[in-house]
């Protein structure tokens, strides 16, 4: 089964830029979607097919997607980005979604 | 607006069964492929299940193919998840979750706060 891998922690100070990467076969092939999750809370989508946000999202949270790997980059980083991130796709040869193992961004 | 209220969460002996509930509100239920996701604790997120709007297809992770059973009632705005031979890697928060897309599973724009099944003897 199609297998996407994430950094387990990602640090950065305020003010900076965050990259979030998500590995995978060919994954430039896929759509890739992004979710945001805080502690005890549900997760919320922040980019989704690659590069597009959903209407609420600040525009500091843009995607990339192109050969093996797809970032997540957050510009300009504040302390309420403080949260779990997790890449996901859907795998067509096994008629399944997947989740990337998620990266936990810590804002020093 | 959008709504999503789990139900049906509890503790439940290994090999025993439960079915959750996710009641719908505030969009056109019968319009939108449904999911189910599942975060063990302290663990990350991992997919159930999918059903198509009209119920005429499901998907399953290999990890409860055979075990669990997604399911809709359009008519009642609720989705369902049947779950037998419960195992204590089972143990999660249970999502439900609306796509955008009615026929195909795409992403996830609206989930509910999750219930919680416990797996113990």
């Known amino acids: 089964s199609y297998v996407l891998t994430q950094p387990p922690s990602v640090s950065v100070a305020p003010g900076q830029t965050a990259r979030i990467t998500c590995g995978g076969n060919?994954?430039?092939?896929?759509?890739v979607h992004w979710y945001q999750q805080k502690p005890g809370q549900a997760p919320v989508l922040v980019v989704y097919?690659?590069?597009d946000r959903p209407s609420g999202i600040p525009e500091r949270f843009s995607g990339s997607n192109s050969g093996n790997t797809a970032t997540l980059t957050i510009s300009r980083v504040e302390a309420g980005d403080e949260a779990d991130y997790y890449c996901?796709?859907?795998?067509?040869?096994?008629?399944?979604?997947?989740f990337g193992g998620g990266t936990k961004l810590t804002v020093l | 607006q959008v709504q999503l209220v789990e139900s049906g969460g509890g503790v439940v002996q290994p090999g025993g069964s439960l079915r959750l509930s996710c009641a719908a509100s505030?969009?056109?239920?019968?319009?939108?492929?449904m999911h189910w996701v599942r975060q063990a604790p302290g663990k990350g997120l991992e997919w159930v299940a999918f059903?198509?709007?009209?119920?005429?297809?499901?998907y399953y992770a290999d990890s409860v193919k055979g075990r669990f059973t997604i399911s809709r009632d359009n008519s009642k705005n609720t989705l369902y998840l049947q779950m037998n031979s419960l195992r204590a890697e089972d143990t999660a928060v249970y999502y439900c979750?609306?796509?955008?897309?009615?026929?195909?599973?795409?992403?996830?724009?609206?989930w509910g706060q999750g219930t919680l099944v416990t797996v113990s003897s």
């Open positions: 059903i198509r709007y009209d119920g005429s297809n499901k």
């Open positions: 097919d690659d590069s």
């Open positions: 505030g969009f056109t239920f019968s319009s939108y492929g």
């Open positions: 996901q796709v859907w795998d067509s040869s096994s008629d399944s979604v997947v």
């Open positions: 060919n994954i430039g092939s896929k759509s």
């Open positions: 979750a609306k796509d955008p897309a009615s026929i195909v599973a795409t992403i996830f724009d609206y």
